[in-house]
């Protein structure tokens, strides 16, 4: 097992026992809920008359379900309209901060969770979404968990888990024009497999993560649940504590050198120990996209859909029900596939960095005819500032529906949906069949960039040949 790693110091500093199952009892320092995975296990904690133990370590929004166009109340979906007024009945039950639409600072969770200051280095986190990993990018250990787990959290601010081993994943070098976090994100997992994170929390090392921003690093975090991963993390540093400085909920005044000098000491030791080490060159990696329907089936953009005889042989099934379902040949382009709706948005590309980064490509341009291309910001504060910098202009001027925040097409549990057939180019994290809404749609991962490269040429195309 891994030793003097951050993973290690976290795990050990919110262990409260051994439980008889082996498992660990660990203490958990904040629980994001929202309206998806919360009113079963609110019910549950009711049904046996138990009360939400710390509800100043719990905070609340909605994302999932919110409406992007109408938001106006009661929503026309009755389902969605249900678990709103659940969540907000709730919160006011158990007295939990709660983000709600027109607050200000409602968004994705893990979105606004960071935004607002709650996310800090060294903390455990857990919440009901499986891209919890996101907050791993502040050194913080963040768990994805289930409804039950949801009620346990609750009820007891504890989880039962099995302790992970701790694989380091280093990328060194500067990474080229054109070529993002996302592109790293999707490289490793293409590299490493969907499966290879299994049983591994996943710690983001070396100079690419170093130069890295915390909205990007947090676009590499969200996506560590992709390759396998429970958790993914980077150690924190300058940037973590520059980025933290001055939020609503981040330590104040004398408290702030102290969490500093804490949160320095919680970093991972030159000498830790890991159980496996995989270092990437990031001259390696190209913009890059996936062809099929888990994110581990990517390719670099100027690269060809594989062929079964260069997979190896347990990826070739999968494989092939990717060609049927996606409609792709092996060995045939992927640039120049033909796109039908194009999505900048979610949790792991829907921030202000990431909304900056598509106007530059949109700015001047026109989407092509035929093509939807919408940008949701991932939360009110990102609107509000990509407002305040005009980007919103940029975007309508160029053909883009600019929306309200909230997860819209990533997973579709509101009205933004694919229809039929469809090919969707994606800045979101899951490209599994129906994912977006349509039972038969179709989507390709990419960073924000792409999307808007395949948004004005109206296909799959180099974001690279646009600079
Ligand atoms: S944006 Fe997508 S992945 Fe992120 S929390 Fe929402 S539905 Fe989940």
């Given amino acids: 097992m891994s030793k003097g790693t951050l993973f290690d ?3 050990d500093l919110h262990t409260v ?3 008889p199952s082996g498992q660990t009892q660990l203490f958990i320092g904040l629980h994001l809920i929202h309206e998806v995975t919360s009113p079963q296990a609110f019910a549950m904690l009711r049904d046996r008359g138990l009360k939400v133990l710390y509800p100043e370590r719990t905070v609340a929004t909605v994302d999932h379900i919110v409406p992007t166009e109408n938001q106006a109340r009661p929503f026309v979906d009755s389902l969605a309209e249900e678990m709103m007024q659940s969540l907000e009945q709730n919160c006011e039950e158990h007295q939990i901060r709660f ?3 027109g607050s200000g600072s409602q968004g994705i969770v893990h979105v606004i969770a960071p935004e607002l200051g709650f996310t800090q280095p060294g903390m455990t986190i857990a919440c009901g979404d499986s891209h919890t990993s996101t907050h791993g990018a502040f050194g913080a250990i963040a768990f994805g968990i289930g409804t039950s787990q949801v009620r346990d959290v609750l009820a007891s601010q504890t989880l039962a888990l099995a302790k992970l081993k701790v694989r380091k994943v280093e990328v060194n070098g500067t990474l080229k024009p054109g070529v993002y976090a996302k592109d790293v994100v999707l490289h490793i997992i293409r590299k490493l497999g969907v499966k290879g994170g299994v049983g591994y929390a996943y ?3 070396g100079s690419t993560f170093e130069q890295m921003s915390m909205e990007e690093r947090m676009t ?13 993390y980077v ?13 609503d909920f981040a330590p104040k005044v004398e408290a702030w050198d102290k969490a500093v000098a804490w949160w320095q000491s919680l970093r991972s030791d030159t000498a830790a120990e890991y159980d496996d080490v995989v270092v990437f060159d990031a001259a390696d990696i190209a913009p890059t996209i996936t062809w099929g329907i888990t994110p581990g089936q990517g390719i670099a953009i100027n690269e060809l859909v594989p062929t079964p005889e260069m997979l190896p042989a347990d990826e070739q099934p999968i494989a092939a029900e990717a060609y049927r379902y996606m409609d792709l040949q092996p060995g045939q382009p992927i640039q120049g596939t033909k796109v039908d709706v194009c999505f900048v948005g979610s949790c792991t590309n829907g921030r202000i960095s990431d909304l900056r980064e598509a106007a530059k490509f949109a700015q001047g341009r026109q989407v092509a005819e035929g093509v939807k291309a919408f940008i949701v910001p991932g939360s009110e504060r990102v609107k509000q500032q990509a407002e305040s910098e005009g980007l919103d202009k940029i975007f309508v001027a160029a053909g883009f529906e600019w929306r309200e925040p909230g997860c819209s097409m990533c997973l579709a549990m509101n009205p933004d949906k694919l229809e039929g057939r469809q090919l969707s180019a994606s ?3 899951r490209n599994f069949k129906g994912r977006q809404g349509s039972a038969s749609g179709r989507t390709l991962l990419m960073s924000p960039a792409m999307v808007v490269a395949a948004a004005v040429t109206g296909q799959v195309s180099d974001v690279r040949e646009l600079l």
Wanted: hydrophobic share 40%; charged share 20%; with cysteine.
């Fill in 220 to 232: 590499v975090c969200n996506m560590a649940i992709e390759g396998g991963a429970r958790c993914g």
């Fill in 235 to 247: 150690n924190p540093d300058a940037v973590t504590f520059e980025y933290l400085k001055g939020r």
């Fill in 427 to 429: 800045s979101s994290n």
């Fill in 9 to 11: 110091k976290v795990w």
């Fill in 203 to 205: 710690e983001f090392a």
């Fill in 17 to 19: 026992g051994i439980l």
């Fill in 99 to 101: 983000y709600n639409v």
